[in-house]
């Protein structure tokens, strides 16, 4: 592999920076994008169980609040009630909107990096192969216009040229991945706001039946 690497050239070396990073990325999504860190299955239903006879105390908001991604907007909601008890049914919403606006914009981290990844790589591929092709005619042409004889050879031609399509395969092999991994994140990121946004609804609800 080394060997491929060192023959493709410098060109190579953008792809391999934006291999490094498309793994650090999919890695930090894979750990962020958990269930049980962004929208717990039960934690509404445990939100609004601690706070039917009224709102809880302010450490267990807090806990709510460090539990997840949906416990932020819920425990917001909590706030909002608490610091005004007779805040209105509009301004409680925007406030969980206002949270949830802030949640999406946390879930969507590094996703548009990722897909900047799997669109330029196929183009840093093709640049490197371009580079390494005239690298290859003009060595070509000008030692045959030395009279040395390599510049019709048609083997090291086609050496050259296949050692200049690595840049291309390579770009290929950083672009699929990651385009693959950009889809799927993009997806799962989608399904927790669809899930959030029915969660914070439905908690409005119950905060207005504690409203005073």
């Known amino acids: 592999m080394f060997s491929i690497i060192q023959a493709a050239g410098w ?6 920076a934006c291999s490094i990073l498309a793994l650090a990325l999919v890695f930090e999504r894979f750990l962020t ?20 006879s009224g709102l809880p105390a302010v450490e267990v908001v807090r806990q709510l609040e460090q539990n997840s991604v ?18 209105t049914e509009v301004d409680l919403n925007a406030t969980l909107e206002s949270s949830g606006r802030q949640a999406a914009h946390q879930l969507e981290r590094y996703l548009a ?4 990844i799997a669109s330029a790589a196929p183009l840093l591929g093709l640049l490197g192969t371009v580079i390494g092709m005239i690298e290859i005619f003009g060595s070509q042409a000008g030692g045959g216009a030395a009279g040395s004889g ?3 050879n048609p083997a090291q031609l086609a050496q050259g040229i296949s ?3 690595y ?9 699929i991945p990651a385009l ?21 609804e439905r908690f409005a609800r119950h905060l207005n039946t504690l409203r005073k």
Do not use: C, H, Q
């Open 113 to 116: 990096a990722l897909a900047t």
């Open 150 to 152: 390599s510049g019709g």
């Open 167 to 175: 840049n291309t395969a390579f770009g290929l092999i950083v672009a």
């Open 70 to 87: 949906l416990g932020e907007i819920l425990a917001s909601g909590f706030r909002a009630l608490n610091a005004n008890p007779r805040i």
């Open 33 to 52: 994008l958990k269930t049980s860190r962004v929208a717990p299955p039960r934690l509404t239903d445990e939100a609004i169980l601690v706070s039917r």
């Open 163 to 165: 050692i200049a399509l």
């Open 180 to 200: 693959i991994f950009w889809r799927y994140f993009r997806g799962r990121v989608d399904g927790y706001l669809l899930t959030m946004e029915l969660a914070s």
């Open 11 to 16: 060109p190579i070396a953008p792809l391999i």
